[in-house]
């Protein structure tokens, strides 16, 4: 075939997929396997509230994923999500880049944080959990809460959002497991300091995973301090359809997609969590070892994407 | 007039053609389809058999009313595109309807011919015309009235939704499906399995409501990502059928229901169906190893079957089928019982699990069950099962798969104040008229009965767009004497 009609056989393709896709306005890394996309969903961007999420499905052949979205801009029709880079869909959305698509975005799913001016709350990010809590927090701020918040990460690299959190917050805690920034030691260790320190905490709102929420929830515990967590629970249609993200509160089994996904900290069976979202543990490993053998391979699946080496071919 | 060369005293003696099937022990193993189609000279002897009734009754057995006379002549004169033109004028889905319906039950089980012969295999017929479009590349399209002008949503893209939309492009209005998954087609994409419906005849279909002019948008969840009021009042609708369906599962409320490896019938199906799980890792999203493990479904109904058939070919060694009340009380078809069986399912009758047992990692090792007998009839008619005192048993199981029915899908009634809706919320619209308590909305197929079958959805779509039409002409909006449902409760 000639390159002319190659390229033009592109370009109709690229045009007819473009309109029914998702377009990222802005990629960028935050930290090592974390990265901050934007990405075009006007209906979604004006809709959504703190605490909502998106499913998403990168290419035909893809999963679809659950994503907290972390802010939006309704004027742009934008939203703006982050996402660690663990298993193979992450990893392949995290190189994606600038000018590319996402297949499917679908949203807001689930309900919006219960915001109201509680007193002083304080507000805890694990890792790529401060994305997360992020939007809360500044709803929490906004209805006139004092905000303390807590930020961990592993070390100070894992530390994101910093500047943003700091910005909604009345005050702000960064620790990090090896001491490298902040504080060394844990989340909860700071939040039992806070306790101990005679600081009257109202709400606690703690995203991360699901060993730091559950000690997050047990140093809360005694003190009879009302704590909320979102559960990252695996998930297809994220409108109750299928059950799979079932949780169990109070022993009794609620869908964190349409009941959640924030739960009171303090009902939730963190075990059940923790053995449901390690189902497919070895399915995940297998996709991933074979993503990280050929991603070229797998990125050639995503709309629209366009490989540099192909660019250089049609030029050539 | 008739294109029918054989004396009607011969037509009867003519035997109805089988369907050609897939081989049972080939089958069990793999997701191409059972059935295999009539080829176009069993097509031919079939149609030759019909007898032309002047009152025909299987149109009136038919939940859409296929013009069934009508077709088979046109088959008879081999013009199968004006066929195909003439079964889309009641029904936008013959490629699906060919294949799922329960034709025993409706125009076949109508046919004056089965008195005391066969049936005319009128499903087999469409069918045929269906494939043979899609052979062809040909394919028969209504004609179109002049554009009215309204706009029409239809909320779900499932089968009500997508008859009701195919009728009322028919009548010139600019109808478009909203969908909250990907893919268009609702149950019949995630809930149906490929070797019963392929994905691909679904498309096809869809596709054909696009060259008529319907429009389609996936990934919106109404009541979430748009409301019905911003449908009217934002994006310009003048009407809007909501047939979002009973996709919620119900769950037994037993112990040891969220442990690894228990599975909603939605949740296993949707994973196979609509996300292609059985080609992982072609295909990202996972599902159980099903490979030499022991598989159990509960329930009794035509989803329960799909489901204990897929674990089947996606490698199970052995397959059960728990029922709670004897074979004679299955909601699932006859056919696919028996089909179930020849390739392995072994069926449990008056048998009900009590808990799930699992191992210290959270999976599913067992279940605990009891027996059942059957006492009196309660309140669908049916023997009601009773526990058997002292019966309890235990079946190691890999996975259990829980096919016990489904309920309304909230998140529209939820975000809808004025759309009432009865005590189990499903919407509450007039019977005939299919009129919401909301000025401009109507709702049909399961939201409105519950769980039924894809012919009946497509009835009420039917209904709908019929309905939809009238007020669109007309501007009048008669509020329901008497919702649908009140009387039941």
Same mark, same amino acid.
């Given at each position: 075939m000639c390159p002319a009609a190659g390229l033009w056989c592109h370009l109709a393709h690229f045009l007819l997929q473009r309109s029914l896709m998702y377009l990222i306005h802005e990629a960028r890394f935050l930290a090592p396997d974390v990265k901050l996309f934007r990405i075009e969903a006007p209906r979604v961007a004006r809709k959504r509230r703190a605490g909502q999420f998106v499913i998403l499905r990168v290419h035909d052949q893809g999963e679809r994923i659950p994503i907290t979205i972390a802010d939006s801009d309704?004027?742009?029709?934008?939203?703006?999500?982050?996402?660690?880079?663990? %298993? @193979?869909?992450?990893? !392949?959305?995290?190189?994606?880049?600038?000018?590319?698509?996402?297949?499917?975005?679908?949203?807001?799913?689930? @309900?919006?944080?219960?915001?109201?001016?509680?007193?002083?709350?304080? +507000?805890?990010?694990?890792? +790529? %959990?401060?994305?997360?809590?992020?939007?809360?927090? +500044?709803? !929490? @701020?906004?209805?006139?809460?004092?905000?303390?918040?807590?930020?961990?990460?592993?070390?100070?690299?894992?530390?994101?959002?910093?500047?943003?959190?700091?910005?909604?917050?009345?005050?702000?805690?960064?620790?990090?497991?090896?001491?490298s920034y902040g504080q060394k030691g844990l989340v909860t260790d700071a939040l039992q300091k806070l306790i101990d320190g005679g600081v009257k905490i109202d709400y606690v709102l703690a995203i991360g995973p699901i060993p730091m929420m559950r000690a997050v929830a047990e140093t809360t515990r005694p003190h009879g301090i009302r704590t909320v967590v979102s559960l990252n629970s695996i998930m297809i249609d994220g409108t109750g359809m299928c059950g799979g993200c079932r949780v169990s509160i109070d022993g009794k089994s609620e869908f964190a997609c349409v009941d959640g996904p924030e739960f009171d900290a303090h009902r939730v069976d963190f075990d059940v969590m923790r053995n449901r979202n390690a189902m497919y543990r070895g399915q995940e490993t297998e996709a991933l070892d074979r993503f990280m053998a050929d991603p070229e391979s797998e990125l050639a699946r995503v709309p629209g994407h366009r490989c540099r080496l192909e660019d250089a071919e049609v030029e050539g | 007039m008739s294109n029918n060369p054989i004396k009607p005293k011969d037509r009867v003696k003519i035997p109805r053609q089988g369907m050609p099937e897939q081989d049972p022990a080939r089958r069990a193993h793999n997701f191409e389809e059972v059935n295999l189609g009539l080829p176009e000279e069993l097509a031919k002897t079939e149609a030759t058999r019909c007898l032309e009734c002047k009152k025909p009754v299987c149109a009136h057995g038919c939940p859409v009313g296929v013009k069934v006379r009508e077709f088979v002549d046109l088959v008879l004169s081999q013009d199968y595109r004006a066929a195909a033109a003439k079964m889309r004028e009641d029904n936008v889905l013959p490629a699906i309807t060919g294949r799922v319906c329960p034709q025993e039950d409706q125009c076949e089980g109508s046919c004056v011919l089965g008195k005391k012969f066969e049936p005319l295999a009128i499903g087999y017929l469409e069918r045929f015309i269906a494939d043979w479009e899609a052979e062809s *590349?040909?394919?028969?399209?209504?004609?179109?009235?002049?554009?009215?002008?309204?706009?029409?949503?239809?909320?779900?893209?499932?089968?009500?939704a997508l008859t009701a939309a195919g009728d009322l492009v028919q009548k010139g209005h600019d109808v478009t499906v909203f969908e909250a998954l990907h893919e268009i087609g609702g149950v019949l994409v995630y809930g149906i399995p490929e070797f019963r419906l392929p994905k691909d005849?679904?498309?096809?279909?869809?596709?054909?409501?696009?060259?008529? *002019?319907?429009?389609?948008?996936?990934?919106?969840?109404?009541?979430?990502?748009?409301?019905?009021?911003?449908?009217?009042?934002?994006?310009?609708?003048? #009407?809007?059928?909501?047939?979002?369906?009973?996709?919620?599962?119900? &769950?037994?409320?037993?112990?040891?229901?969220?442990?690894?490896?228990?599975?909603?019938?939605?949740?296993?199906?949707?994973?196979?169906?609509?996300?292609?799980?059985?080609?992982?890792?072609?295909?990202?999203?996972?599902?159980?190893?099903?490979?030499?493990?022991?598989?159990?479904?509960?329930?009794?109904?035509?989803?329960?079957?799909?489901?204990?058939?897929?674990?089947?070919?996606?490698?199970?060694?052995?397959t059960f089928m728990i029922y709670r009340r004897s074979e004679k009380e299955m909601p699932g078809r006859a056919e696919e019982i028996h089909h179930a069986r020849d390739e392995g399912v072994e069926?449990?009758?008056?048998?009900?699990?009590?808990? &799930?047992?699992?191992?210290?990692?959270?999976?599913?090792?067992?279940?605990?069950?009891?027996?059942?007998?059957?006492?009196?009839?309660?309140?669908?008619?049916?023997?009601?099962?009773?526990?058997?005192?002292?019966?309890d048993f235990e079946i190691p199981l890999d996975v259990v798969?829980?096919?016990?029915?489904?309920?309304?899908?909230?998140?529209?009634?939820?975000?809808?104040?004025?759309?009432?809706?009865?005590?189990?919320?499903?919407?509450?619209?007039?019977?005939?008229?299919?009129?919401?308590?909301?000025?401009?909305? &109507?709702?049909?197929?399961?939201?409105?009965?519950?769980?039924?079958?894809?012919?009946?959805?497509?009835?009420?779509?039917?209904?709908? #767009?019929?309905?939809?039409?009238?007020?669109?002409?007309?501007?009048?909006?008669?509020?329901?004497?008497?919702?649908?449902?009140?009387?039941?409760?």
């Open positions: 309704a004027e742009r029709g934008d939203i703006t999500i982050v996402v660690q880079g663990i %298993g @193979k869909t992450t990893k !392949l959305l995290n190189s994606l880049e600038t000018g590319d698509s996402i297949l499917d975005v679908v949203g807001p799913l689930g @309900k919006p944080s219960e915001v109201e001016d509680f007193g002083t709350a304080v +507000v805890i990010g694990g890792g +790529v %959990g401060a994305a997360i809590a992020y939007p809360t927090a +500044v709803a !929490l @701020k906004n209805a006139g809460n004092r905000v303390i918040s807590i930020l961990g990460g592993r070390n100070r690299e894992l530390v994101v959002l910093e500047d943003e959190i700091r910005a909604a917050s009345d005050e702000v805690i960064v620790t990090t497991d090896d001491g | *590349g040909e394919v028969g399209l209504p004609p179109r009235a002049p554009a009215t002008g309204k706009k029409v949503a239809c909320v779900g893209s499932g089968p009500a005849i679904v498309r096809r279909d869809v596709d054909n409501m696009r060259k008529m *002019g319907v429009k389609f948008e996936t990934n919106v969840v109404v009541g979430q990502t748009l409301t019905i009021d911003e449908l009217m009042n934002d994006e310009g609708f003048d #009407a809007i059928f909501v047939a979002t369906g009973a996709g919620l599962p119900r &769950f037994l409320r037993i112990p040891g229901e969220n442990l690894n490896g228990v599975y909603s019938a939605n949740e296993f199906l949707s994973r196979v169906n609509l996300m292609k799980a059985y080609r992982f890792p072609d295909y990202d999203q996972p599902i159980y190893d099903c490979r030499d493990k022991t598989v159990a479904v509960i329930g009794g109904g035509n989803t329960a079957l799909d489901s204990i058939r897929t674990a089947l070919r996606l490698g199970a060694k052995k069926i449990q009758t008056l048998t009900h699990p009590v808990e &799930f047992l699992g191992n210290d990692k959270g999976w599913l090792t067992g279940a605990r069950c009891i027996r059942m007998e059957l006492g009196e009839p309660d309140d669908s008619g049916r023997r009601r099962p009773v526990p058997v005192e002292g019966s798969i829980i096919a016990v029915g489904t309920g309304p899908n909230p998140l529209v009634q939820s975000t809808t104040p004025d759309l009432a809706t009865n005590k189990w919320g499903y919407i509450e619209a007039n019977e005939t008229s299919l009129r919401t308590s909301k000025k401009g909305v &109507f709702a049909g197929g399961d939201i409105v009965t519950g769980a039924a079958t894809v012919i009946l959805a497509m009835g009420a779509g039917r209904t709908a #767009a019929a309905s939809i039409h009238e007020y669109l002409t007309t501007g009048v909006w008669e509020l329901p004497e008497k919702p649908a449902q009140e009387a039941s409760a």
